[in-house]
């Protein structure tokens, strides 16, 4: 089944294209200081990244199913982007350009093998816990990169210590005028961002500080600006190197698009349930590979739909992703006409952009959530976050995935087997352990294995069965084994349970079945040999364990 082209489209009102128009301006507004700021974190000229968003915004509302989601360069992107190209290319500006722009193009073909192949899911795996520790620890090698702008000092090494150390050293030779001009662009910016949420302050910060080295003395005070941008649009030219030239760019692909995906569908995701709006998020795989893909296509680098500027077209009025394209076209003015009125912008400005830009990244308040809940979660995002100061951050997204996929794993190896008693003054049943004023039923021992019974976890499960039958002590005659929790039982599982029956049926315990599925149910039928009781859809658990009861008692 093919995508669906702008499926938006048929609900479109006529009334909705005054605000589509107001959103695409003001996110243009936004849009171009940013990118700015964030193409030089990426290691590319700053043009590069005014180019994702022209060429990404397009091609996403072309097939995006979500209403104000916004696509660009995000921070985390840039980051990864430009501490992996610049290995790759040895620092040449040239071949990063040209690399960049292979990772976007070898990323839409993922996004479209795993649109084919229906992998919208398996992003699912990586954790909330995970991500917000993979965020944090961005967020803290980001800043690192752009505080020797702040400073006014040159910076260097390679991870996030040595930029520590280096710039530590450095400070003695901080440019007092450009750290003053560059806290003062900080301060704005924050204003901006809580007084004036809808507005485009950076622009505005933007414009005044040119203005500032413009017609003032300051142009004479050492700052560092972005110089003279080529003017007009960017031309259609797909990148001439292949993946087989360049080694890593495969992975660093990968890793763009976990991240993007991620980011994307939960930026979307959030601003549609404030409007009442569904996605699809298989749509929203294909329309983030068309997206890299025309951007590949127009020298930019991977993109995503960031919380950020999709915040910003959504308070902006967007309704549809009409606003993208009037977005697009304003950028493409500017591309064109307004070049020249960038030259003398400073780059801590952009610095400053980036440093406000990120500090969302670090969630306080979600840390602070995950270490009221779970101190063992805590230490997985501590995980995440460490990762990404000490390996960088491609080694830290493809651990986060790691740490994800391993804790999904353990989780299932090493199930809670729990040890069920009776609800007093009910005929119900739950986890004495986490009760302690459940009943114990005289002469019947009742357990329940909450997940699935697999190859890798029937040991495990075996293993804790017996210990609850040796807990309770001699007098037992009956084990009965709620089912209703275990989705699936393999092969494996199910021989457990058939061995563990004869084994218990030498020390005088029968084993009951109860609340099987049906597909469990059919396959334990099918056991020669055994004696389950009756398993049966209709009998519950109470109904087994009365039976059970009172067979003990006579």
């Known amino acids: 089944m093919l995508p669906a082209f702008a499926p938006w489209r048929s609900g479109y009102r006529a009334a909705w294209l005054r605000s589509d128009a107001v959103a695409g301006v003001t996110l243009a507004a936004y849009a171009i200081p940013v990118s700015l700021a964030y193409a030089t974190l990426a290691g590319l000229p700053p043009q590069h990244g005014v180019y994702g968003y022209l060429a990404g915004g397009l091609a996403y509302a072309l097939f995006g199913s979500s209403r104000q989601l916004a696509i660009g360069p995000t921070s985390a992107i840039s980051l990864l982007v430009g501490t992996s190209v610049a290995g790759m290319t040895a620092g040449a ?14 990323a839409a073909v993922i996004c479209f093998a795993a649109w084919a192949l229906r992998l919208s899911s398996l992003v699912s795996f990586i954790s909330e816990t995970v991500l917000t520790g993979f965020k944090a620890g961005a967020a803290l090698t980001i800043a690192m990169t752009q505080l020797p702008k702040l400073f006014g000092v040159k910076g260097g090494g390679d991870d996030f210590f040595e930029r520590a150390a280096t710039l530590a050293a450095q400070l003695p030779g901080t440019n007092a005028a450009v750290l003053v001009f560059g806290m003062a662009a900080i301060a704005l910016l924050v204003y901006g961002e809580r007084r004036l949420p809808s507005r485009p302050v950076a622009l505005a910060v933007v414009a005044i500080s040119i203005l500032a080295l413009t017609f003032t003395p300051l142009t004479n005070a ?8 080529p003017e007009g649009l960017p031309a259609f030219n797909w990148p001439s190197l292949r993946p087989a030239d360049i080694d890593g760019v495969e992975t660093l692909a990968l890793a763009c698009v976990l991240l993007a995906y991620i980011e ?12 009442g709006d569904t996605i699809e998020p298989r749509q929203e795989l294909f329309a983030l590979g068309a997206a890299n893909l025309a951007v590949s296509a127009f020298q930019g680098y991977p993109v995503a739909g960031g919380l950020s500027q999709s915040a910003v077209n959504d308070k902006a009025g967007a309704q549809s992703p009409l606003a993208l394209v009037v977005a697009s076209v304003a950028i493409g003015a500017c591309l064109m ?3 020249g009125l960038l030259r003398n912008l400073p780059e801590v400005v952009l610095a ?33 976050l460490t990762g990404v100061l000490v390996l960088g951050i491609l080694k830290g997204v493809l651990l986060a995935a790691i740490v994800s996929m391993l804790l999904l794993v353990r989780a299932t190896a090493f199930p809670h087997v729990a040890r069920l008693g009776r609800v007093p003054g009910t005929r119900r049943y739950s986890d004495a352990e986490r009760n302690a004023d459940n009943l114990a039923v005289p002469g019947v021992l009742i357990v329940r294995v909450e997940a699935a019974l697999l190859y890798f976890n029937a040991d495990h499960v075996r293993e804790r069965v017996l210990q609850h039958i040796a807990a309770a002590g001699d007098g037992h005659k009956v084990l009965v084994w709620a089912l209703s929790s275990s989705p699936h039982v393999d092969i494996t599982g199910v021989r457990m349970i058939a061995g563990l029956a004869q084994d218990l049926a030498q020390r005088g ?4 079945i109860v609340d099987a599925r049906a597909s469990v149910r059919e396959t334990l039928r099918k056991i020669a040999g055994q004696d389950w009781g009756d398993i049966d859809r209709r009998l519950s658990l109470d109904d087994v364990v009365s039976a059970a009861e009172t067979a003990t008692a006579s």
């Open 509 to 512: 315990i029968a084993l009951r």
């Open 222 to 229: 050492g700052f560092a600006t972005v110089g003279l941008l």
């Open 337 to 339: 006409f307004l070049t």
């Open 264 to 275: 994307g569908v939960s930026a979307a995701r959030a601003i549609a349930q404030r409007h």
């Open 352 to 384: 400053a952009i980036v440093l406000v830009a990120v500090k969302g990244l670090f969630d306080v308040k979600a840390l602070r959530e995950i270490w009221t809940l779970s101190r063992g979660e805590f230490a997985t995002a501590l995980v995440a």
């Open 93 to 106: 500006p040239g071949a990063a350009i040209a690399v960049a722009a292979l990772v976007a193009l070898v």
